[in-house]
């Protein structure tokens, strides 16, 4: 697994997790964005992703179509 694939993995698994908390699916990559870059101060090696990368992540997810 590469380090972009780990990344997206994560981005993925974070989607998921907070999608019960959203009201709506734009609110998603904002909630995911603001929760990847909180557990980046715990990260020996932080993720290093864009708000964009995040959006066409979750928008090109088959679950959330």
Same mark, same amino acid.
């Given at each position: 697994?590469?380090?972009? !694939?780990?990344? @997206?993995?994560?981005?993925r #698994?974070? +989607? =998921?997790? $907070?999608?019960?908390?959203?009201? +709506? *699916?734009?609110?998603?990559? *904002?909630? =995911? ?5 909180? @557990? #980046? !101060? ?6 290093? =992703?864009?708000? #964009?990368?995040i $959006? +066409? ?9």
């Open positions: 697994m590469t380090r972009r !694939d780990e990344i @997206d993995s994560e981005i #698994n974070q +989607a =998921v997790r $907070h999608y019960s908390e959203c009201r +709506a *699916l734009f609110e998603l990559p *904002l909630i =995911v964005y603001n929760q990847i870059m909180q @557990d #980046n !101060d715990l990260r020996k090696r932080p993720y290093k =992703v864009s708000f #964009n990368r $959006h +066409a992540i979750i928008m090109s997810m088959p679950e959330f179509d």
